[in-house]
């Protein structure tokens, strides 16, 4: 129509469009940027958020004089917002949380991602501060948990760069204290690559926050990379300190909601890896039994702790019994946290070679390897 102005690109338009006018495939940009293949066609595709770190290093490598940076700055294109629409993300959060519980990443984030780009167009566009505060607030929420999905699902790239979006949302939204909990997730990622010093270092770095929920939970890290560094005394000054400061949380907004006492089972895990074997199976024997049968995800990631730390405390087949009833779960969760603790047992197996664990050993590998 005449006098109708057409919209401008969005910032995954215009990467798409340069990368296409350069003759610059997804492989070649990968060596162009720090970004994967995979990372950058959740760019093209809307599917990432920009944030000015991204808007500069696409800018530079494409040559887009400043044209990427401005977009990702420009606010969203006008969509309708209220307090009802709020609500309404709200209860879509609880089920995904739901979700979550019980179902594969995939399928989770496959509902996830596109809400949460939906919520943050929604954030930028509202003409009411104190709704777009709001918006920003569970925004942030949405891309937190969606950070943990995908490091569930492998991708840690993916993980940091949605746990970074979470950080910023929740600076709009007027909350600065899920800065310092990204430390605790950063750490937490030096955790599971084994990096005791980096998760000491991360840990304590978020410890130095003034929330206690955040406090008890940089602990609680910061004791199980001691424990990987086999430093029994500052792991379990770590631990008291998180007992202490979760006793003075009612109920901390980051972190699991399946754990009654998430500072019992860090406690049985670290204790696993200073090789106190029994003692982590005797807590997580008790501790097991208290979460909610609906929260399978959890139920099978510390259900295989517990099965872990029976075998190296000597009672091989008793664990094999505890991981064959898990082995449907592990199938339907699909988590890769729990490959990894998934692969050690199957290591365990092959060297202990118990007997009465070759039909469990057979069907781990086959998940393992499908």
């Known amino acids: 129509m005449e006098g109708v102005q057409p919209l401008s690109p969005t910032f995954a338009q215009e990467v798409r469009r340069l990368r296409n006018e350069r003759g610059l495939s997804l492989n070649q940009m990968t060596t162009r940027v720090p970004y994967s293949k995979g990372h950058l066609s959740k760019i093209e595709n809307g599917h990432v958020a920009p944030n000015p770190e ?5 800018d530079d490598a494409l040559g887009a004089g400043g044209r ?7 606010p969203a294109r006008p969509i309708p917002s209220d307090h009802t629409t709020l609500l309404a993300f709200d209860s879509m959060f609880d089920g995904h949380r739901t979700l979550g519980h019980r179902l594969s990443p995939e399928v989770v984030l496959a509902g996830l991602r596109p809400q949460l780009d939906a919520l943050s167009d929604l954030a930028r566009s509202a003409d009411d501060l104190s709704l777009g505060r709001a918006l920003w607030l569970l925004a942030a929420k949405f891309a937190e ?3 943990w999905m995908e490091q569930e699902r492998g991708d840690d790239a993916s993980a940091a ?8 949302y929740a600076a709009k939204g007027g909350d600065r204290e899920l800065e310092a909990w990204a430390l605790v997730r950063q750490a937490e990622f030096a955790l599971y690559k084994g990096d005791a010093h980096a998760t000491v270092r991360l840990s304590r770095l978020a410890g130095k926050s003034r929330s206690p929920a955040v406090q008890a939970g ?4 910061e004791a199980q990379g001691y424990a990987l560094a086999g430093d029994e005394l500052r792991c379990e000054e770590a631990l008291d300190r998180a007992a202490e400061l979760s006793r003075t949380v009612s109920e901390s907004p980051y972190g699991s909601t ?8 860090t406690r049985a895990w670290a204790f696993h890896d200073l ?5 982590a199976a005797e807590i997580l024997d008790v501790q097991l039994p208290l979460i909610a049968p609906t929260a399978l995800r959890a139920r099978t990631r510390f259900g295989l702790r517990r099965a872990l730390a029976h075998a190296e405390a000597g009672e091989v087949d008793h664990a094999c019994d505890l991981a064959a009833g898990l082995l449907d779960d592990i199938r339907q969760v699909q988590s890769a946290t729990v490959h990894i603790d998934l692969t050690a047992f199957s290591k365990l197996l092959s060297r202990l070679r118990p007997a009465a664990g070759r039909e469990v050993a057979g069907e781990i590998r086959e998940i393992l390897f499908s």
Do not use: F, K, N
């Open 258 to 265: 399946s754990l009654v006492d998430q500072v019992a089972i």
């Open 275 to 279: 090789g106190r074997h029994a003692e």
């Open 218 to 221: 940089a602990a609680q890290r």
């Open 54 to 58: 991204m808007a500069r290093v696409l």
């Open 161 to 168: 760069e949605l746990t970074r979006r979470a950080v910023l």
């Open 68 to 74: 990427l940076i401005a977009l990702a700055d420009a």
């Open 145 to 147: 948990y969606a950070g």
